[in-house]
């Protein structure tokens, strides 16, 4: 299997194969393709977190107890969480894409909440 993906990225002379460059529409392909949607996101959430959402006609507001701690909002390209004071110093937006970054963002709200718990 090793000698295959060798082959692949070296020609016959050994050297490494040219890597064919991404025109200005693939890279924007790419840029826009979004892999998960607010409503998995926020079903990752409730499940891991065990927070509640409510749907406020612009964006869903995550509460945790009797606090607001987050909001999701659903965007062309990503799906955005914000996490606000006293959760977080400032303000700060993460972006998802996909279920890494969406990983992610639960475990920084997983932090915040159980740091402000404290």
């Not at 692949?8 to 460059?21: Q, R, T």
């Not at 892999?35 to 990752?44: G, K, P, V």
Request: with cysteine.
């Amino acid at each position: 299997m090793e000698n295959t993906k060798k082959q692949k990225i070296f020609d016959e002379k050994g050297k490494l194969k040219a890597v064919k460059k991404k025109n200005k529409k693939e890279l924007v392909k790419e840029k826009l393709k979004k892999e998960i949607t607010a409503e998995q996101f926020l079903e990752q959430l409730k499940f891991q977190l065990k927070v509640e959402s409510k749907w406020d006609k612009y964006e869903h507001v995550i509460r945790t107890g009797n606090k607001v701690c987050a909001w999701v909002c659903e965007r062309q390209n990503f799906v955005s969480m914000s996490i606000f004071p006293p959760f977080n110093d400032a303000w700060k937006t993460i972006r998802i894409k996909n279920q890494v970054d969406a990983d992610n963002a639960i475990i920084m709200l997983k932090a915040k909440i159980n740091g402000y718990k404290k």
